[in-house]
């Protein structure tokens, strides 16, 4: 469960709206995770920290290339998670990520988590978030709330990654 929640708090922060015409980082199956992407997170970071009144490392830096290394990976274990889930015949529909805009339960709206956090509420990254949490979910039914740690697991193991030079994991 620990990571699912940790997942959908990535989805939560990721900002994608699918940029093209950027240099492409890595592909899982198929799937391009391109620089645009890496630098959305990394300044979604960068406006949280502002907004915590939080240092955050200069551009060009050792420290800034290790948080594009992390938000590359993020980018990453989204798209193994996406790419398993279709595997399995789980796909959220529009219908769902409409109706579900507000998360059911305890937590809070991902507009309420977006605005606390200093963040830009976008239409399509609110939807793109709602999409992932949906689909962890989804993917918790299925497997099993006491195994999907470790299909999680197994499915970033499994699927494979390509990556650009210089942008591999170390």
């Given at each position: ?103 059911p ?39 099993g709330?006491?195994?999907?740690d ?21």
């Amino acid at each position: 469960m620990r990571a699912v929640t940790a997942l959908a708090a990535i989805a939560a922060a990721l900002l994608l709206a699918g940029c093209g015409g950027s240099a492409t980082l890595a592909r899982v199956q198929g799937q391009p995770i391109t620089k645009a992407q890496v630098d959305q997170l990394v300044e979604r970071g960068k406006n949280e920290a502002r907004h915590d009144n939080r240092a955050f490392p200069s551009s060009g830096t050792p420290a800034y290339r290790a948080i594009e290394q992390q938000a590359l990976g993020l980018l990453v274990a989204q798209a193994q998670v996406e790419a398993a889930a279709k595997r399995l015949g789980i796909e959220v529909g529009d219908a769902q990520v409409n109706a579900n805009v507000r998360l059911p339960g305890e937590h809070k709206s991902l507009l309420e988590t977006l605005f606390e956090s200093g963040g830009e509420p976008d239409r399509a990254v609110l939807e793109r978030d709602v999409r992932m949490e949906l689909t962890l979910r989804a993917l918790e039914r299925r497997v099993g709330a006491t195994r999907i740690d470790a299909w999680l697991a197994r499915v970033r193991r499994t699927t494979p990654v390509t990556y650009a030079s210089g942008w591999a994991p170390a």
